[in-house]
């Protein structure tokens, strides 16, 4: 299926795929970025066109199949006139796709009939059409789509101008033109320059929940030329994983951070349990909303400290955790939890609160037990980012010993660790290695 490990990709004409945002799961908003986000996108795509590496790969499924979706679904697709079954053909989207190219088709036409523009110098118009055809038509036909992507959505929106964009980039001094000829600083790319082709892994991807890991494993773990999904959207998505059956540890991965993936779980848990508190509905609220929860100011340990705390076995088992502080905690009630989302997030408000001065910063990097602390102050001392450039390669490690120092499971981590850091290099740590991936796999 499609969580399994896949390395071959084949490149497809772009006109071989269609996309709908209908069908995005990872972004339920529709939000695909600021118009300036999606300006550097077109951009980039101009001029580097469709990345042909890992980077630029996506996934798609064949058109022949038939896609389960949710409910909330198959009321957006009602909303724009469009009526679909919970077990969805493809077919039926690619059909109105190919009602869409073709009208699209005849319209770039009339646009360029009423402007073609000089023969050397061509209209925006007579561009359009001609990116048009390269892209989706062929022999006389506006191509029948046979995948639908499942990834690449965002880019898949844009790619088109892209295309537009490309065709009038100058091609920089020294560089091939598609002719073969040198760059002059004059030439442009033109309709040779546009490459319509994408590197494509296909699969079977009717099933929600594979479908929807996939598109967040695409804006969460991708580093460059991909946009996070939005916290809200983070949240929603995260809400349909648990309908689909994901356990903590897999939306854990699937976002890449055990503490997000922590918070989105215990946020759900917590609004499921408190449903007169609306908690998942106000998130989805403007910030200038009183009634609204700053998602983004939420921290994990208190979701899950308050979500520990469901009844009285829960609470004793939460209270004897050698981690808990400040204890012992009575039984959560309702108004504890209405309190820290309409008052308690913003209790930690910043203005007003003065800096740490030089002398506590120098003292921190001197004597702090803490080593991470140290080279903190160091960096914050020197003025030099430079410190920071270990740390932030321990990122992930780091976010892992925090969330297990809120669960009480610290003591057995550093233990761990401190075996591996004090095993001799050579066959003792290659030994202690192979035994922990036979637990870890």
Request: with cysteine; net charge positive; proline share 5%.
């Amino acid at each position: 299926m499609a969580d399994k490990a896949i390395t071959h990709s084949i490149l497809e004409r772009f006109g071989n795929l269609m996309s709908s945002p209908l069908l995005n799961a990872a972004r339920p908003t529709g939000f695909y970025g600021e118009a300036s986000d999606l300006k550097t996108l077109r951009g980039t795509l101009a001029e580097r066109g469709w990345l042909k590496d890992t980077n630029g790969t996506i996934n798609a499924d064949r058109v022949s199949n038939t896609w389960d979706i949710d409910t909330d679904t198959v009321n957006t697709f009602a909303a724009i006139g469009v009526k679909v079954d919970k077990r969805l053909p493809l077919k039926q989207l690619a059909e109105l796709e190919v009602i869409r190219r073709q009208g699209v088709w005849e319209r770039l036409k009339v646009e360029k009939a009423e402007d073609p523009g000089p023969p050397d110098k061509p209209s925006v118009s007579a561009i359009k059409l001609l990116v048009f055809e390269k892209l989706f038509v062929e022999k006389g036909k506006v191509i029948t789509p046979t995948l639908m992507t499942v990834t690449g959505n965002r880019r898949s929106s844009v790619f088109f101008d892209s295309c537009v964009e490309r065709y009038s980039l100058i091609v920089p001094i020294g560089e091939k033109c598609p002719d073969g000829s040198e760059g002059d600083g004059k030439k442009t790319y033109g309709i040779e320059g546009v490459d319509p082709t994408l590197p494509v892994v296909i699969d079977d991807y009717s099933g929600n929940r594979f479908r929807l890991e996939a598109q967040l494993r695409e804006n969460e773990m991708k580093k460059k030329g991909f946009l996070p999904g939005s916290q809200v959207d983070q949240l929603l998505a995260t809400i349909k994983m648990m309908e689909y059956g994901a356990s903590q540890s897999r939306i854990r991965e699937t976002f890449g951070s055990p503490t997000i993936g922590v918070k989105l779980y215990y946020m759900n848990v917590l609004d499921k349990r408190y449903k007169n508190l609306r908690i998942v509905e106000r998130c989805k609220l403007k910030q200038e909303n009183p009634d609204s929860i700053p998602l983004s100011m939420v921290q994990h340990q208190t979701l899950q400290g308050m979500a520990q705390r469901f009844d009285k076995a829960s609470t004793d088992e939460y209270n004897a955790k050698k981690s808990t502080k400040g204890g012992p905690y009575p039984v959560l009630t309702e108004a504890e939890v209405a309190r820290y989302f309409s008052t308690g997030i913003r209790d930690k408000k910043t203005e007003g609160v003065k800096m740490m001065d030089k002398g506590s910063i120098e003292t921190l990097k001197a004597s702090n037990s803490n080593p991470i602390i140290r080279k903190v102050a160091e960096a914050i001392h020197n003025n030099d980012t430079k410190d920071f450039e270990q740390l932030i390669r321990m990122s992930d490690g780091c976010d892992a010993l925090m969330l297990l120092e809120s669960e009480g499971d610290y003591p057995f981590a550093e233990k761990v660790l401190k075996a591996i850091a004090v095993a001799q290099k050579g066959e003792e740590r290659n030994a202690l290695e192979k035994k922990i991936a036979k637990v870890i796999g």
